[in-house]
C-alpha cells in the first residue's frame, strides 16, 4: 500500500527556515513525481513544488522560487522541501503527493497518493 509521510513542519518567525520530509513507505519514489502542494485557510489548494522522476528536474511556482527548493533521495525514499525566507503568506498545510509518470505536473487531480500533511505557520 502506498503511503506518503510528511514531516517537518511547524511555527517560524517571518524570514526563517523549515525543511520538510516526505517519506515513502510501500513503493520506490524512482519512477514517481513528487508534489508539494499547500491549503491555506479558505484557499484552494495550489501546487507549490514538484520534482520529476526521469531526471530530477525540480518545478517551482513562482510565489515560492528562489526561497525554496525541492530535492529527493532515492536511496532514503524520502523528498524534502527546503523553505527559506519564509512569509506570513507561506502559512498553510503543506501536502506532499505522488504520481507515477515522468515529467511534473502542477495539476492535483494527476497525483494519486497523497500525505496526511503538516502544518506551517510562520507569525511572529
Request: charged share 20%; aromatic share 12%.
Amino acid at each position: 500500500q502506498l503511503q506518503l509521510v510528511e514531516s517537518g513542519g511547524g511555527l517560524v518567525q517571518p524570514g526563517g527556515s523549515l525543511r520538510l520530509s516526505c517519506a515513502a513507505s510501500g513503493f520506490t519514489l524512482d519512477y514517481y513525481v513528487i508534489g508539494w502542494f499547500r491549503q491555506a485557510p479558505g484557499k484552494e489548494r495550489e501546487v507549490v513544488s514538484c520534482i520529476s522522476s526521469s531526471d530530477g528536474s525540480p518545478f517551482h511556482a513562482d510565489s515560492v522560487k528562489g526561497r525554496f527548493t525541492i530535492s529527493r533521495d532515492n536511496a532514503k525514499n524520502t523528498v524534502y522541501l527546503q523553505m527559506n525566507s519564509l512569509k506570513p503568506e507561506d502559512t498553510a498545510v503543506y501536502y506532499c503527493a505522488a504520481t507515477r509518470r515522468d515529467y511534473c505536473s502542477g495539476y492535483a487531480v494527476v497525483y494519486d497518493s497523497w500525505g496526511q500533511g503538516t502544518q506551517v505557520t510562520v507569525s511572529s
